[in-house]
């Protein structure tokens, strides 16, 4: 995203804008909130990066928002929230996996 903000003429502060959209968009809780977050966020962007979101980056956010990951099982730390950091999110799976309770079938 930085690279395509920077060959249409953007500068660090529209980076930070649309880094900011992006990442209130993967907070979303809900599909209904994941909605009202992009409307708001995307009436306030350049056509060409809604184009470019559409193109590249929404299939992304909305398998990796809070919501789709609540769908799987995955839930956000408080006072974290999701995490790219590669130790914290192992961490966090060994966590969520030390209490998981083992089910057996009859």
């Known amino acids: 995203m930085q690279t395509w903000i920077k060959s249409h003429g953007g500068n660090a502060a529209d980076e930070n804008f649309y880094a900011a959209s992006v990442r209130d968009l993967l907070t979303a809780s809900t599909k209904e909130q994941y909605a009202v ?3 708001e966020h995307s009436s306030k962007w350049s056509p060409p990066f809604g ?4 193109a590249h980056i929404e299939s992304d956010v909305t398998v990796s ?4 990951a ?4 995955i839930v956000q730390m408080p006072y974290v929230g ?3 950091n590669v ?3 192992y961490n966090r799976v060994l966590k969520d ?3 998981w309770k083992v089910h057996i079938r009859s």
């Open 37 to 39: 977050i992009l409307q």
């Open 51 to 54: 184009d470019y979101y559409k």
């Open 65 to 68: 928002a809070s919501f789709a």
């Open 70 to 73: 609540q769908h799987v099982g």
């Open 82 to 84: 999701v995490t790219n």
């Open 87 to 89: 130790s914290e999110s």
């Open 97 to 99: 996996f030390q209490n």
